[in-house]
């Protein structure tokens, strides 16, 4: 064999081998990048905080007016959210001792809500709506109910909520919650 056939047949399998392997260079740069960046320590809380008051005093001017500016920004977005949120508000406390002469109150707040009902041992387990009368997103009714156990729930634009939180106790019956109110009388 001579040596021009040699150095032919080690080019060629030279080429065949770098052809073969060239899906391995393609993105070898981030591979690179990313293996040393794992590899970086990681400074802790208090790290940071040291080299923040150890940094010139450009830098850590710059870094300043940066945290300043950023708390000035939450702090308007939320004084004009606060306002937004105040303005819904009702101007007079809703005041709810849940007995008056009348009869009993039932109350919910559910702001967003389009229709309350309320259904119970009471009405035969009928639904009868609650009013929003103010707008202020607190529904409520009026009933006039015998001494003993009662049990309700209300249903919120069509989905049962049985817990109510001004109900004396709660009771699992058919997969659903319920709530109970006992008048004149206590776990009767």
């Known amino acids: 064999m001579r040596r021009d056939d040699l150095d032919r047949m080690i080019a060629e399998q030279l080429a065949n081998d770098v052809q073969a392997q060239i899906f391995r260079i393609d993105g070898l740069e981030d591979r690179i990048v990313t293996e040393i960046s794992n590899r970086l320590p ?15 005093r450009k830098r850590r001017i710059n870094d300043l007016l940066i945290v300043g ?12 959210l606060g306002n937004r949120l105040a303005e819904r508000l009702p101007s007079k406390p809703a ?6 002469q009348n009869g009993i109150i039932f109350a919910l707040l559910a702001p967003g809500a389009r229709e ?73």
Request: zero cysteines; hydrophobic letters at 45%; charged letters at 20%.
């Open 95 to 100: 005041i709810l001792t849940g007995v008056e």
């Open 42 to 56: 990681r400074q802790s809380g208090w790290e940071r905080v040291k080299e923040f008051f150890t940094a010139p």
């Open 116 to 188: 309350i009902q309320i259904a119970g041992t009471f009405t035969n387990w009928e639904k009868i709506p609650l009013v929003d009368a103010d707008g202020d997103g607190i529904w409520m009714i009026n009933v006039e109910l015998a001494p003993g156990r009662h049990e309700y729930a209300f249903i919120v634009d069509g989905r049962w909520f049985g817990k109510d939180p001004m109900a004396d106790d709660f009771v699992r019956s058919f997969g659903y919650y319920n709530s109970v109110r006992y008048i004149g009388t206590r776990g009767g």
């Open 69 to 80: 500016t950023t708390a000035v920004i939450f702090f308007i977005f939320g004084m004009a």
